[in-house]
């Protein structure tokens, strides 16, 4: 503690200093405003005795400036007074002073006093720190919010190319959002949404949206089913949140065709199919707890199947909406909730969420309120960029004997192979489907020598495979050369396929008979391929493919 | 290359997914799939949305599940199809035998 003395009298001066000094206190001496005013520009002083007449500057003009000087920390300021200058006592206060010290001065009032006051001035200071922090976390705060408020609009982003689809309303309580609600659409044209509650609100719910968010992005883009990404959600989200946190979700994919729903529930409130006029069909009830809680060996996969058609809708809401309560405590409920949807036809979320703003009398928001209508529509052909060809002709020969006969996946291997050609990856299915009954017929029935009609008799067809094992197992002598030809002039793959066999000459019937169980394969295959040929031998098969 | 089969929720629908290849090295496991199938099923989801690859002994397979479960099941359903599949099942004339979705 360091107390500044102001006095023009030598005297008073001495006299205090010795004073203070005994009571341990340091001390500084001015002798007049102006010098006390430096003084305090200077050094750190913490509690101010001044003279009331003193040259130069007086102690009615210093007081407020030395008031100013302190600013936000509470510097004491005594003035020195003689008890019958009572007058001035109103004057003292008014520019600023805390209190009087009189002459002659007494040791126990001044030490009590300079006590007293260098408290509250401690206070003053634990205060003002305190209230530095504050600020200073509270703009950082603000500054992280920004941020992650950034991260977060662009993490979950909705496009608007869904609105076909879907009418979703999200009001988030804070400033974050503890529910989300993600859309996509997968390769095969299903359209796939995610609704989704984490426990509480604000920033600490929100934080699980983005891993869960950039899962549910990747596995509809590879086209995966709902309870496949339910598992995955459940075991990222039981990894990464506190035991406490969970998320209620419903994963919900519409078939390409739009004529049918798969439904993954867990938590969430009790979903509706609607139809045109807004009456509930069917109520799917949540069958799994929310994602984040189960093991993995816990967790239950079981989806909701349900066939629908275009004037169909699922209408699906977190617990927001039905929890709402009114001023006499009471809540929406599902029933009110189900009398609204069949209000009008057609009901959008935005009039859903109107209503209960209405019902809860506009009383501020108590939790975040999610809701999304999902229209079962057959989904929009999505015209795909036309295929780049490699210009590369591209020549391989594969010859297969019959250890590899026996043991290998040579058809699989060479889609693979040949996959990696730019462009061809397009056709690979076909491509499979035509080696795979070309090779099988080699091995098969050029080999192994088996008979197709086997197939025809009652457990014939897996009677086949088994004598095609028992055959295989005891191949000795075999051979199958593959020679393929990539031809980017022509834009074609053709394949030739010839096998060690004594030759087989394939039965085409022009009207194929697609009730056997076999014969279907050659069918096909002058479906797909542009052009089939089979040498005089029986033992050589030559198929082209046509990319365009 | 696996199989693998689900029952919904209310035991009346059960999806079997095809990963990868589907051909005759499934044959056992495809038809041990709908072998013990609960009396409340009626309906079978063949989902070959992460099926790449399927010729015409996958085609048998379906028919032979068509057969046996001609009694029992009413729709055999064959969902979410890469386009190249299912063109194959529409030159087949699946169409007519099964909801291709």
Known sequence: ?548 | MSLSKNASADGKTLTIQIRGKFDFNLVQSFRQAYADIDPETEKVVVDLRETDYMDSSALGMLLNMKKTLAETIDTIQIANCRPQLKKILQISRFDKKFDID
Not at chain 1, 197 to 212: E, S
Not at chain 1, 258 to 275: A, N, Q, R, T
Not at chain 1, 306 to 328: F, W
């Open chain 1, 1 to 548: 503690m360091r107390v500044l003395v102001v006095d023009d009298q030598p005297l008073n001066c001495i006299l205090l200093k010795t004073m203070l000094e005994q009571q341990k206190y340091e001390v500084a001496i001015a002798n007049n405003g102006a010098q006390a005013l430096d003084i305090l520009r200077q050094e750190s002083i913490d509690i101010v005795l001044l003279d009331v007449i003193m040259p130069v500057m007086d102690g009615f003009e210093t007081a407020p400036k030395i008031k100013e000087l302190a600013g936000d920390v509470y510097l004491p300021v005594i003035f020195i007074t003689t008890l019958e200058d009572h007058n001035s006592f109103e004057k003292c206060l008014a520019v600023g002073g805390d209190d009087f010290i009189h002459k002659p001065f007494d040791k126990v009032i001044l030490s009590a006093k300079i006590r007293a006051h260098a408290r509250t001035r401690r206070l003053s200071q634990e205060a003002n720190q305190q209230k530095k922090q504050l600020e200073y976390h509270y703009n950082q705060i603000e500054r992280e919010h920004e941020i992650v408020e950034h991260i977060f609009s662009n993490a979950l982003d909705q496009s608007s190319q869904y609105q076909q689809y879907c009418d979703y309303h999200l009001s988030p309580a804070s400033m974050f959002n503890g529910d989300m609600f993600l859309m996509a659409k997968s390769p095969m044209g299903g359209f796939y949404c995610l609704l989704g509650d984490f426990t509480g609100h604000g920033l600490a719910a929100a934080v699980g949206a983005l891993p869960a968010s950039r899962i549910f992005y990747a596995m509809v883009s590879k086209g995966m089913a709902v309870n496949d990404i339910a598992y995955e959600l459940n075991q990222v989200l039981s990894s990464l949140l506190p035991s406490n946190m969970f998320c209620a979700a419903a994963i919900v994919e519409l078939s390409e065709s739009g004529k049918s729903l798969s439904v993954w529930l867990g938590g969430l409130p009790d979903l509706y199919l609607i139809d045109e006029k807004g009456e509930v069909i069917k109520t799917l009830e949540s069958q799994h707890m929310a994602l984040g809680i189960l093991d993995n060996d816990e967790f239950e996969r079981n989806t909701i199947h349900l066939e629908v058609d275009a004037g169909k809708r699922l209408v699906m809401a977190t617990d927001g909406i039905i929890e709402t309560e009114n001023s006499k405590g009471e809540m929406l409920a599902e029933e009110r909730f189900k009398q609204v949807l069949k209000s009008t036809s057609h009901i959008s979320t935005e009039q859903i969420v109107s209503y209960t703003q209405r019902f809860s009398e506009h009383s501020a928001q108590q939790d975040d309120l999610s809701i999304a209508i999902i229209n079962c529509l057959p989904s929009k052909v999505i015209s795909k960029a036309p295929i780049e060809y490699s210009s590369l002709p591209f020549e391989l020969k594969v010859d297969i004997d019959q250890t590899n006969i026996i043991s290998a996946d040579p058809v699989l291997e060479l889609v693979d192979v040949l996959s990696r050609i730019k462009g061809i990856s397009e056709h690979r299915s076909n491509i499979f489907l035509l080696l795979s009954e070309a090779y099988n017929n080699a091995v098969d029935h050029g080999v192994l020598g088996l008979d197709s009609n086997i197939k025809n008799k009652e457990e014939g067809f897996l009677e086949f495979y088994q004598l095609r094992a028992n055959a295989l197992s005891n191949l000795q002598q075999a051979l199958i050369v593959i020679h393929v030809q990539y031809c980017p002039s022509e834009h074609s793959l053709s394949f030739s396929i010839r096998d060690s066999g004594k030759g087989f000459r394939p039965n085409i019937k022009c009207d194929r008979d697609l009730k056997q169980e076999h014969g279907r394969g050659l069918s096909l295959l002058h479906e797909i391929a542009q052009q089939i040929s089979f040498n005089n031998e029986g033992n050589e098969v030559t198929i082209v493919y046509s990319l365009l």
